[in-house]
């Protein structure tokens, strides 16, 4: 059974940087699907960007140019690097880790984006 820690949240000015970490435990990390997502209030979850095991990567339209995903199979840790950060990317953010039928959640960190 997979676990998973993120780390990196907090409160950030418009046009600032934060990058996220969220550490994998428990199983045999290289063969999941990472991903990142994101809860707003009053808001569903939505995919931020994922990666898969052969480093694809994918991105939300809202996203694209400013996150970059990535994974570093020897430490078990997939990474979500923020940059040009905007209010409207205040939220929850959550770790999503999939393989075959199983899907893992991690306890999620706040990102806030505020003046």
């Known amino acids: 059974q997979m676990q998973l820690v993120e780390s990196g949240g907090g409160l950030v000015q418009p046009g600032g940087s934060l990058r996220l970490s969220c550490a994998a435990s428990?199983?045999?990390?290289?063969?999941?699907?990472m991903g990142w997502y994101r809860q707003a209030p009053g808001k569903e979850r939505e995919l931020v960007a994922s990666?898969?095991?052969?480093?694809?990567?994918n991105y939300a339209d809202a996203v694209k140019g400013r996150f970059t995903i990535s994974r570093d199979n020897a430490k078990n840790t997939v990474y979500l690097q923020m940059n040009s950060l905007k209010p409207e990317d205040t939220a929850v953010y959550y770790c999503?880790?999939?393989?075959?039928?199983?899907?893992?959640w991690g306890q999620g960190t706040q990102v806030t984006v505020s003046s």
């Open positions: 428990g199983s045999i990390f290289r063969i999941y699907v």
């Open positions: 999503n880790a999939r393989w075959s039928i199983t899907t893992t």
């Open positions: 990666i898969n095991t052969g480093d694809t990567t």
